[in-house]
């Protein structure tokens, strides 16, 4: 039986929105000290695929791509410890739609995290 309607998405990255944040995570990542597989899914080098936002306008629902630092005080209290993720907004709260491990399992493919997202807006929005 499928959950509470989801009124829209939060796809939030590991990773700060800041000039520095940024800077910090490609160094990071380069030296592999820092990981954000939502990153490796939603870029290809320094900007954002094409592919990406095409997904973002076909879902059914409003999707937020937001940085870590870019998190309302109630979505940043709970993706604490499981970020990077894509969470999902009902009438009841919020929900994990997709986890680290389902979106690492992407491995970075953009059609891998289509086929993952959209079973599980199915019947729900």
């Known amino acids: 039986m499928p959950g509470a309607p989801i009124t829209r998405l939060s796809m939030v990255y590991d990773a700060d ?13 380069l030296l592999g000290r820092a990981r954000c597989d939502l990153c ?9 695929r094409a592919s990406f936002d095409d997904l973002i306008a076909s879902l059914p629902v409003p999707a937020d ?4 630092d870019e998190q309302s005080p109630e979505l940043a209290v709970f993706t604490a410890g499981r970020l990077a993720c894509v969470v999902g ?9 997709v986890g680290r491990e389902d979106l690492a399992a992407c491995e970075g493919s953009v059609d891998r995290l289509a086929d993952v997202l959209r079973p599980r807006l199915a019947h729900r929005t």
């Open 40 to 48: 490796d899914i939603t870029h290809g080098g320094l900007r954002r």
């Open 17 to 29: 929105g800041t000039l520095v944040g940024e800077v910090r995570y490609v160094v990071g990542h």
């Open 65 to 68: 791509v937001v940085h870590r």
């Open 89 to 97: 907004h009902t009438g009841d709260g919020l929900e994990v739609l």
